[in-house]
T-cell receptor, first 112, second 116 residues
């Protein structure tokens, strides 16, 4: 079943922070995060495996709460380059990405 | 290093026509995937391959076929195109280095297909 992302869209001014959430109705093994700029291919940001670890990528970090079956992506001091659509992908068991189910995405727009 | 290369970038088909979307990767990845992305939606898996000669269906395989004769190439064939196949198609590859550690997907730049 497809994970649910929230919010669906968000507009930020440069320098502001944002949180994007990804929730599943099933127990999760891992959560993947990708960013897609308009007209381009999705680009990998990070993978979080069960265990509650938090990972970081520049000023973008994420957490994974396996008990709540959800992950959150944190964008700190947003930059114009952060604009795009963010997708989470969830796995309920270890294996290949054939087990990944993607959410419908959160559109983020950063303005001056 | 080119990564994942898809051709063509754009294509318009008439209903009932057939075509092949090409995908090649030069990273020696064992896993390859085809996704479709409809407007405002996430990625849906069409077919995937875990190695040369091995393919399997994903979530939305109807109307498509694939083959994997080499590690590098994974073409997607559309037979009897229908308007419902209008979408953006992404090829991706990955390398599962160790079981259970997850893997990141490398995507091609996409093919925008319209069936009219």
């Amino acid at each position: 079943q497809q994970p649910v992302q929230s919010p669906q869209a968000v507009i930020l001014r440069e320098g502001e922070d944002a949180v994007i959430n990804c929730s599943s109705s099933k127990a999760l093994y891992s959560v993947h995060w990708y960013r897609q700029k308009h007209g381009e291919a999705p680009v990998f940001l990070m993978i979080l495996l069960k265990g509650g670890e938090q990972k970081g990528h520049e000023k973008i970090s994420a957490s994974f709460n396996e008990k709540k079956q959800q992950s959150s992506l944190y964008l700190t001091a947003s930059q114009l380059s952060y604009s795009g659509t963010y997708f989470c992908g969830t796995e309920t068991q270890p294996g290949t990405a054939s087990k990944l189910t993607f959410g419908t995405g959160t559109r983020l727009q950063v303005t001056l | 290093n080119a990564g994942v290369t898809q051709t063509p970038k754009f294509r318009i088909l008439k209903i009932g026509q057939s075509m092949t979307l090409q995908c090649t990767q030069d990273m020696n990845h064992n896993y390859m995937y085809w996704y479709r992305q409809d407007p405002g939606m996430g990625l849906k898996l069409i077919y995937y391959s875990v190695g040369a000669g091995i393919t399997d269906k994903g979530e939305v395989p109807n109307g498509y076929n694939v083959s994997r004769s080499t590690t590098e190439d994974f073409p997607l064939r559309l037979e009897l195109a229908a308007p419902s196949q209008t979408s953006v198609y992404f090829c991706a590859s990955s390398y599962l280095a160790r079981e259970g550690r997850g893997e990141k997907l490398f995507f091609g730049s996409g093919t925008q297909l319209s069936v009219l």
